[in-house]
């Protein structure tokens, strides 16, 4: 995987201005490229490299240099919202089901409200325009389920035993690589030191796929939980 073996990487300076939107990383941009040759990317190192290998969000990293431009950016950017969206919504569900199981009423009316938020989250995460923006749709979502969270830390929600520490350990990761990504950290302590590993967006990529498996790890003994009825409502 030689630098030498892809065409020659451009400098900050020298990028398309919808792909500036990080000043710290100096050089190792790809040039403009067809669908094959952002493919071709997959195989010399350039900026882009970890996090294509590293994420979900593979589409957007590997095709965010074809030469469609910013048309074709913010269409994959958007993609990459999506991703995101989704499992910030639909993963909820099955942790408020769970913790409001033995009251049906207050269950329904929060997940007509988290449908709310996060209708609401999508449209303002796919409009947003920076990246503190994009972060900060995603907050009232985070709000809600922290509100559920500690409703079953209270002892007046259920759901298996394990699952709750799971759920805090999720959205502290996710809110931690998210805060890591706005502050260009480290990369804004040593401009250019970083610009192939170990940058800001790697280390969310990072801490976004421990907080998914920690979700992973909720929901599962959650859902079983669920299924085995082995629970008394106060009312029963
Ligand atoms: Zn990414």
């Not at 997959?42 to 970890?50: D, P």
């Not at 994959?76 to 499992?87: K, N, P």
């Not at 009251?103 to 996060?118: G, K």
Request: aromatic residues 12%; proline residues 5%; positive net charge.
């Amino acid at each position: 995987m030689a630098r030498r073996s892809g065409p020659r990487l451009l400098d900050w300076i020298n990028t398309p201005s919808h792909l500036q939107f990080n000043p710290f990383i100096l050089t190792g941009y790809r040039p403009a490229s067809s669908i094959s040759g952002c493919v071709r990317s997959l195989f010399y190192l350039h900026n882009e490299l970890g996090n294509i290998y590293i994420h979900g969000s593979v589409l957007y990293h590997l095709f965010m240099c074809h030469r469609g431009g910013n048309r074709v950016y913010s269409h994959l950017l958007a993609l990459d919202m999506c991703g995101v969206w989704l499992a910030n919504s639909l993963g909820a569900i099955p942790m408020i089901q769970c913790t409001l199981v033995c009251w049906p009423s207050l269950r329904l009316f929060t997940l007509v409200m988290y449908a709310f938020l996060s209708v609401m989250a999508g449209w303002r995460a796919l409009t947003a325009l920076s990246t503190t923006a994009r972060l900060q749709a995603f907050g009232w979502q985070a709000i809600a389920r922290l509100l559920v969270f500690g409703i079953r830390w209270l002892g007046i929600g259920t759901g298996a035993p394990r699952s709750l520490l799971c759920y805090l350990r999720m959205d502290a990761l996710a809110l931690l690589g998210g805060l890591v990504n706005v502050a260009r950290l480290p990369e804004r302590w040593g401009p250019g030191i970083f610009d192939y590993w170990c940058n800001s967006h790697q280390i969310m990529h990072f801490l976004s796929v421990i907080s998914i498996l920690q979700m992973h790890a909720g929901v599962v003994p959650d859902l079983v939980w669920a299924a085995s009825h082995d629970y008394a409502c106060p009312e029963d």
